[in-house]
């Protein structure tokens, strides 16, 4: 038998940097757990993550939070969130209430995304220069949620506050992702 073991790595090795106007940190002790909503059993997930998670189900296009392992709701589509919470093992799905487990479909998504806050000044100004949706503050808001393409990379975006963003992608491009966020931020101070 070996003895080498697997250990975690995460898809930016833990980046953080400043580049004054802007800092970028990879978010990397956080889970992300899809849920479903089975046909008929909207009201039964819906008392399940008020109960457990002390917040409501988002609206499409809307995020809800939690004082529950700052858990943070985004509402994705029709029937379908994305719960993301502070959790840095191995088994999110199994981490998460029974009675969540019971009124949802769940799968973990965690592996699968690479999740960065970018905050400053001129966040906004970078996320706007590289993809086509509306991000003007008018528009979109603290709690708003976006799914979109930012250079052909698939990217959801949540309004975290007025100048704070987080921005997630698919784990496979995060090395893309991030140089298509470095190179906007470069050229605010163009």
Not at 147 to 174: D, W, Y
Request: hydrophobic letters at 40%; one cysteine or more; glycine letters at 6%.
């Amino acid at each position: 038998m070996s003895d080498l073991m697997l250990t975690r790595q995460s898809p930016l090795s833990e980046l953080e940097l400043d580049f004054g106007e802007v800092a970028v940190a990879e978010l990397v002790s956080r889970a992300i757990v899809s849920i479903a909503t089975p046909y008929g059993g909207g009201k039964k997930l819906s008392e399940a993550v008020a109960s457990s998670l002390k917040t409501e189900i988002p609206a499409i296009g809307k995020s809800t939070t939690s004082n529950v392992d700052s858990a943070l709701l985004l509402g994705m589509q029709q029937d379908q969130m994305f719960l993301l919470f502070d959790y840095s093992g191995n088994n999110a799905v199994d981490y998460l209430p029974k009675e969540i487990k019971d009124a949802g479909y769940l799968t973990d998504q965690s592996d699968s995304w690479v999740m960065i806050s970018i905050f400053g000044p001129k966040a906004r100004t970078a996320l706007q220069q590289t993809c086509s949706v509306d991000l003007h503050s008018s528009n979109f808001r603290e709690r708003a949620v976006i799914r979109t393409v930012m250079a052909n990379l698939s990217t959801i975006i949540v309004c975290e506050g007025e100048n704070t963003f987080l921005v997630m992608s698919p784990r496979s491009s995060a090395k893309s992702f991030f140089k298509v966020l470095e190179t906007s931020i470069r050229n605010l101070s163009r």
